[in-house]
């Protein structure tokens, strides 16, 4: 093969497509690098002077700022300049080929820092205690072990758009073995009846009423204990979060077609392997039914079911080695969307053992109980549709894959109002379409909103 012989002009700017290249990839790391740890560090109130010039008073890391700070300020001239730059190779710090040898050097130290930062911040999470534990009736105030390396949490989703009115229409609790890497979640449906004095004792109405500690008292009453951690997040966060992964591929289980004029909300997808965006993310987590004309409405339970199957696509795309780029952007969401009793380091450290999760090791389990259930409401004059927990079946499950205690829940650590020994949908959900007929059939006997 004949070498071929470049111009002086062309080697220039095969210099400078390569210079671009590699400013792109050292600033995704730096960005990432700045957005985990400035957080840490805000929480800590501590940032070393060596730490604060490597990431802060680069003149790479101004330009780059000032740019970004301007296009979300809404500097067009600000996005348009770096798009050139971008297009035309245009070096704004170009280097010589004797500052190249520095280079290693630079990035040994970076890491360096990034590892004893690492050590210092990134830690497993202390098990706290609740003040609003009962005493006698919760395993950790009676003095009963925990199991090594499991962790229970609470995940709390409010509505606030499109006419959510900032209930709490989202509700897990997930046992995490970090040891055996599997995850066990169990969805509370938001009708499901609970011990509280209003008219309408619905367990998505507690938030607003009673706030976080409210919520963790009425779990416990269901559960038997307390989850050690919780997390508050706003669900238009949602799409923010998969808009900057890149979107998500999803098997969206049935045709979805219902619009809601005074909402502004309209939902069309077809079913099938679907990309979404955010926005699209959003719309198939609200749904739960189809226009009147349609015949399909599988309700909350179906609703949930198919909250369950997203969330296994979107922990998927988590995962992967791509996102790793994405953490600083990542971070950021979390940081103005979410509320926890955990810090950025603890998460953190839940986050990169998540990293190691097999395919299959997150399973989903629905609340045993009646889903058919109702109770006159004088104020409304209809009947409100609730769901009776059964207590029994409920203690078993948690018993065999949610109990983070040496011994088992026993009757005396619950406390179930309306409690029933029906069970009409299966425990372990495993898939949307297992237990799609059976959503359909109890969204028959919900007769309201």
């Known amino acids: 093969m004949n070498n071929r012989s470049f111009s002086e002009e062309e080697m220039r700017q095969r210099e400078k497509e390569e210079r671009s290249r590699l400013r792109k990839q050292e600033q995704a790391y730096r960005e990432a690098q700045r957005g985990v740890y400035s957080r ?26 000032q740019d970004r700070q301007a296009a979300q300020k809404g500097d067009d001239w600000a996005a348009e300049r770096r798009q050139i730059q971008e297009e035309l190779w245009d070096d704004p710090w170009p280097k010589s080929r004797g500052d190249r040898r520095s280079e290693p050097l630079v990035l040994l130290a970076l890491l360096a820092i990034g590892f004893v930062i690492h050590q210092i911040y990134v830690r497993p999470p202390d098990i706290p205690t609740h003040e609003n534990q009962e005493a006698g009736t919760d395993p950790g105030s009676l003095g009963v072990g ?68 409210g919520v963790q008292k009425q779990i416990k009453n269901l559960i038997g204990y307390t989850p050690d951690y919780y997390f508050v997040v706003e669900l238009d966060a949602v799409a923010e ?65 198919v909250q369950h199957s997203f969330l296994r696509a979107l922990a998927k795309e988590m995962v992967s080695l791509g996102t790793l780029t994405k953490i600083g952007e990542i971070v950021d969401i979390v940081d103005r969307n979410l509320e926890s009793n955990l810090d950025y380091g603890e998460m953190i450290w839940f986050g990169e053992r998540a990293l190691g999760l097999k395919e299959g090791s997150i399973r989903f389990h629905n609340l045993p109980g009646d889903y058919t259930g109702t109770m006159w409401s004088p104020t409304y004059q209809n009947y409100q549709s609730y769901v009776f927990v059964n207590s029994s079946a409920l203690r078993d499950l948690i018993n065999q894959y949610m109990n983070p205690y040496l011994e088992d829940i026993t009757p005396d650590m619950q406390h179930v109002v309306q409690d029933t020994t029906v069970n009409n949908l299966p425990v372990e959900s495993d898939t949307t379409a297992q237990t799609g007929q059976a959503a359909g059939d109890a969204a028959q006997g919900q007769t309201t909103d």
């Open 146 to 213: 925990r199991r090594e390396d499991v962790y229970t949490f609470l995940l709390v989703g409010r509505d606030d758009g499109q006419g959510g009115g900032g209930n709490t229409d989202t509700m897990m609790v997930g046992c995490y073995d970090v040891k055996n890497g599997t995850v066990d979640v169990l969805s509370i449906y938001r009708d499901t009846m609970v011990d509280v004095p209003w008219e309408i004792p619905k367990i998505n109405s507690v938030y607003n009423r009673q706030g976080i500690e």
């Open 241 to 305: 979060l998969v808009d900057a992964i890149g979107g998500v591929d999803y098997e969206v289980p049935y045709n979805m077609d219902y619009d809601d004029p005074t909402q502004d909300l309209h939902i069309h997808y077809k079913k099938g392997m679907q990309h979404l965006n955010g926005e699209d993310a959003v719309k198939v987590l609200r749904w739960r039914k189809n226009n009147s004309g349609e015949s399909l409405s599988v309700g909350d339970v179906g609703r949930v079911e």
């Open 40 to 65: 840490i560090y805000q929480e800590q109130d501590a940032m070393p002077e060596d730490y604060r010039a490597a990431f802060w008073e680069d003149p790479r890391d101004r330009l780059y700022d």
